[in-house]
């Protein structure tokens, strides 16, 4: 089906991301496992149906907590969505981490499978081969990619026969280098959904953001961040991840949903906002290779 359609649908705009649940590069060993599961659930209790995941994620021990988290609930509710890391995009390597993934999730079937960032090392005809692959197993039913820029896109769709369906990336009022190469409108243009990452900026912005978003959260009777999260999610063809572990952000979170900034204020948004140029390709965590995960 249409993954906009599909995704679309409610609080389905907004997604709970789960990296640093478990661990970051590697399980830790005091990280509370069970408020993460709590968590998870807690997100879907509150209609959040989609869960974003990677097996870079704590070396695979994420995606495990995720599959405790969602074990008993009804898959045909849920929407999962992985990603193959970028040390792992030969043509074996692609199949191997999409069954690796699956078994610590205990699912038969990932919803979509995201190339988590290019390897310029690796043909994209290569990975994109293993990509249509899965599809054809039956093991993905969707395919995506993660940080591509619109050449990069148009490069691996070139190899594959079927559409890709999404791009998650970097993106929020701070993080705007994805604007500046023309992203969001390459990928409206195909119909390819973007998927904002840390649209939050993990809260941290300048002074003068800080106070346009207060004014704009008393004129709304909103918390600050709720208006942040609006303005990416009033963007056309784009949805939200968020992360967190904690039911009162979570609730925060939802009450960016349901309403509409005016017109003006969005763009005041828009072209006042002190924005940086981060897009997040590249960026360390995502290209190099984690430490071996001893078990």
Same mark, same amino acid.
């Given at each position: ?83 193959? /890391?970028?040390?792992?995009?030969? +043509?074996?390597? !692609? ?5 690796? @993934? &699956?078994?610590?999730? *205990? ?48 490069? /691996?769709?070139?190899?594959?026969? +079927?559409?890709? !369906? ?5 993106? @929020? &009022?701070?993080?705007? *280098? ?55 999610l009033g963007k056309p063809n784009v949805v939200a991840l968020v992360k967190t572990s904690n039911p ?48």
């Amino acid at each position: 089906g249409n993954l906009v359609a599909v995704i679309s649908n409610g609080t389905a705009v907004l997604g709970l991301g789960t990296w640093s649940m478990g661990g970051r590069d590697l399980p830790d060993p005091d990280n509370d496992d069970e408020r993460d599961i709590a968590a998870i659930r807690a997100a879907f209790d509150a209609g959040i149906t989609h869960i974003d995941t990677a097996e870079i994620y704590a070396a695979g021990h994420t995606e495990e907590l995720v599959g405790e988290a969602i074990a008993d609930l009804p898959r045909e509710k849920l929407f999962i969505t992985s990603k193959v /890391a970028t040390y792992h995009l030969r +043509y074996d390597q !692609v199949l191997a981490a999409a069954e690796g @993934s &699956l078994k610590r999730l *205990g699912l038969k079937y990932l919803d979509l499978y995201l190339i988590h960032g290019p390897a310029p090392e690796v043909p994209l005809k290569e990975t994109m081969r293993a990509m249509a692959k899965l599809r054809e197993q039956g093991l993905i039913r969707n395919i995506g990619v993660s940080n591509f820029i619109p050449e990069l896109i148009a490069e /691996a769709q070139k190899f594959c026969s +079927y559409r890709i !369906v999404n791009n998650q990336i970097n993106y @929020s &009022l701070e993080a705007r *280098g994805h604007d500046e190469v023309g992203t969001l409108e390459y990928c409206a243009k195909n119909q390819i959904l973007v998927m904002a990452y840390r649209p939050l900026a993990k809260g941290v912005f300048s002074v003068e953001g800080q106070q346009m978003l207060q004014k704009l959260g008393q004129k709304y009777q909103k918390p600050p961040l709720a208006v942040a999260l609006n303005w990416v999610l009033g963007k056309p063809n784009v949805v939200a991840l968020v992360k967190t572990s904690n039911p009162q952000h979570l609730r925060e979170n939802l009450v960016a949903l349901g309403w509409r900034l005016d017109s003006e204020d969005e763009q005041a948004l828009d072209e006042r906002f002190p924005a940086g140029e981060t897009m997040g390709v590249g960026s360390p965590a995502r290209t190099r290779r984690p430490p071996v995960r001893k078990w």
